[in-house]
């Protein structure tokens, strides 16, 4: 097992940020995992796991020992006539289970085709996109305490799942490299159109009566259409979280801003499009040097091409200050800060 110095981590994040790990290796086994962790120990030195690398900023250059997960494996545990229980490896790019679920007609992640990153890190914010979360159909998942290698089940209940938040972002953060995860699919061939564009996109297609694969298909063709590509512009889907208000807070706005968007999600709480607030606050297609808004969706901010991460995290500084002060809402970043 090798342990590269001042190793770049360029290509492994999806912004394209040139930072440099002071140590940096992989781990496909838990015998590497293992030897991984006592080399940081040893060092004395932090460590840091890493998945896809689609969802951190990375600031400086981490002075920390960087493992990737690159636990592989798919397995079928057991299966009834309307379910399949899966156990998936940390390390599995996310979209080849898609990809593999779909093939085999299995649902339940279907809408969540082409999202960036692995299983492993999938949990950590609860990766969701058009009406389903991985919480949808998590059943638990098995890690390892990164500081004394002890291995602990996390069941659903654990996890204390939230829009894009679980104890991992929380109380549990930075403790934990998430070795494998179980999943619970469906084998009826139910299927959720019901958010935005799909039926649309369905209809477009020639598609009456869509299966899991009509749509994957359709919420690929929609990603395609407004978020940019990683691997042509670096970029890690939306940067911010959409906010969540009180109703009256709410109503007091849209009497101001009419055309404000807003959609109830429960206890008096109204959700609203941060993409929206970036937009009509004129920020959508700005650039400024290397970094910018991307000009389809606001949401997402991007890497033209050698930005460092510090350009990237004044321009959301930036953003975050216009858009409280006008219309009096903080807008926090879903995005790790490393
Ligand atoms: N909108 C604008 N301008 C924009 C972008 C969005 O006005 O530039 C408004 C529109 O009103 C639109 C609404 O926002 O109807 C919703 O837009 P969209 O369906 O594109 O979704 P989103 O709220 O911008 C969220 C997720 C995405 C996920 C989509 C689809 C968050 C932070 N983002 O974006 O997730 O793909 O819904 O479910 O919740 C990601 O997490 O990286 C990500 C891409």
Redo the contacts with the bound molecule.
Sequence with gaps: MQFLENYSLRALNTFGIEARARFFTAAANLGELMSALEYASAKNMGLLVLGGGSNILLLGNPDLVVLKNNLQGIEILDESEKLIRLRVGGGVVWHDLVLYAVAKGWGGIENLSLIPGTVGAAPIQNI???GTEIKDVFESLEAVNIRTGDTRLFSHADCRFGY?DSIFKREEKGRWMITSVILQLSKSGEVNTS??DIREVLRSMGVAEPGVADVSRAVIQIRRS??PDPAEIGNA??F???PEVPEAFFLDLKERFPAI?GYPVGSGAVKI????LI?SDGW?GYREGNVGVHSR???VLVNYGGATGDEVRILASRIQESVEQKYGIKLHP?VNYI
């Design positions: 969701g996109a058009y894009r958010y935005g407004k978020l889907g939306s911010f979280k959409n968007p499009p941060a993409g929206w937009e959508k969706q606001a949401l879903e």
